[in-house]
């Protein structure tokens, strides 16, 4: 799609473009380390960056709350998680903004930007997504719960059950499948007998969208739209933005046991970086030289943000039950929020509704 026909200006489109790159080059340093043995584990975004990055540039960071899966690197960074932050994540340091060291990488947390984690098992977060968007309908508030996940968490109870009571009660809600059709090891047509994701939508009394993931202009038209559909009280919407995973599952998963080299090497051959990058030098957006002086500007975040994490320091393991038992004394002496239960983090206000808080 052509970025002004998506209503994005120059400047946003070379924006997402810079983000995109962010995205990859900082999963590929991760990569990296963990095949060195610094790093445990490592999930990725490869071929996902355009959805992601399309999808939460049309959210209204710090205002909408969002609740993004493991995959989601591209969505966190464009609401204003730093690499530095990501890392101190992937090297579970005691500075780690998402849990101080103590949750696997790329559970993804900020109560301050609105970004709310996941449990392991996955499709947890959308329950967690409906009653965010509750909230909203029930205080009368002007913001969305967007919520992600990939096709493989379609299947599951918490979708059907989040979103017949989204649907149900019109809340406002964006539901987002990243359908790269592998469930860890399954295809889709092992895991879904309807003809998409999206058309489920319509079961749940939802609009339902399907868009191609690989472009981050029409993603981002789609999720705008949605949004507007959501404060304007029309209910929620299920977009299925269709992408491709350029890696395994995880650092830990072998897809050559379930997917050819054939079909993998196709897959890269639309990688929307690339597919991205051609576009913007066709429109004359940019140049080579600027693109040569972005991937190094990107090269020196990410090498600052590794050097940064890794010499950082780990949690004391004295506090190692923290955030799971209840504690002795008071939460100032521990160095938590004022007014924050113990084992939890403050939750923040939302404006208006008699300070209510979800």
């Known amino acids: 799609m052509d970025h002004r026909a998506a209503l994005i200006d120059d400047a946003k ?6 983000l995109m790159l962010l995205a990859r080059r900082l999963d590929e340093r991760q990569w990296l380390l963990n095949r060195a043995g610094k790093l445990p584990f490592v999930i990725s975004c490869q071929g996902h960056e355009a959805a992601q990055v399309g999808a939460a540039m049309a959210l209204h960071a710090g205002v909408d709350f969002v609740l993004p899966y493991y995959r989601d690197l591209g969505v966190v960074l464009t609401l204003g998680v730093t690499p530095r932050e990501i890392m101190l994540g992937a090297f579970a340091k005691a500075e780690d903004p998402s849990s101080g060291g103590r949750q696997m990488p790329n559970h993804f947390s900020d109560p301050k930007r609105r970004i709310f984690t996941q449990s392991s098992p996955t499709g947890t977060q959308i329950p967690h997504a409906v009653g965010f968007a509750w909230a909203a309908k029930y205080d009368r508030q002007s913001f969305v719960a967007f919520v992600s996940f990939g096709d493989g968490t379609s299947s599951q109870g918490d979708f059907h059950e989040g979103l017949n009571f989204a649907g149900v009660h019109k809340l406002p809600i964006i539901a987002f499948v990243e359908n790269n059709r ?4 399954v295809p889709l047509e092992r895991q879904i007998a309807s003809p998409d994701i999206a058309s489920r939508a319509a079961s749940y009394g939802m609009v339902g969208v399907k868009v191609d993931g690989a472009d981050p202009f029409a993603v981002y038209k789609a999720v705008r739209e949605a949004r507007e559909r959501a404060i304007a009280g029309e209910g929620g919407t299920l977009i299925e933005a269709e992408v491709d995973r350029l890696t395994p599952h995880s650092s830990d ?4 046991t ?3 080299r054939e079909e993998v090497e196709a897959l890269k051959a639309r990688d929307p970086l690339l597919t991205v990058r051609h576009y913007l030098l066709r429109e004359g957006l940019i140049t080579e030289a600027a693109l040569a002086a972005l991937e190094a500007e990107v090269k020196r975040e990410i090498d600052e943000a590794t050097a940064y994490a890794e010499a950082a320091p780990y949690p004391d393991p004295a ?20 007014g924050a239960s113990r084992g939890q983090q403050a939750m923040p206000e939302i404006a208006g509704g008699g300070g209510a808080r979800v």
């Open 258 to 260: 379930y997917r050819s």
């Open 13 to 18: 489109a070379v924006a997402i473009y810079r």
């Open 182 to 185: 592998y469930a860890i090891s």
């Open 253 to 256: 998963d072998d897809d050559r």
């Open 319 to 338: 506090t190692a039950m923290r955030y799971v038992y209840a504690e002795d004394g008071s939460a100032a002496a521990h160095g938590e929020p004022r």
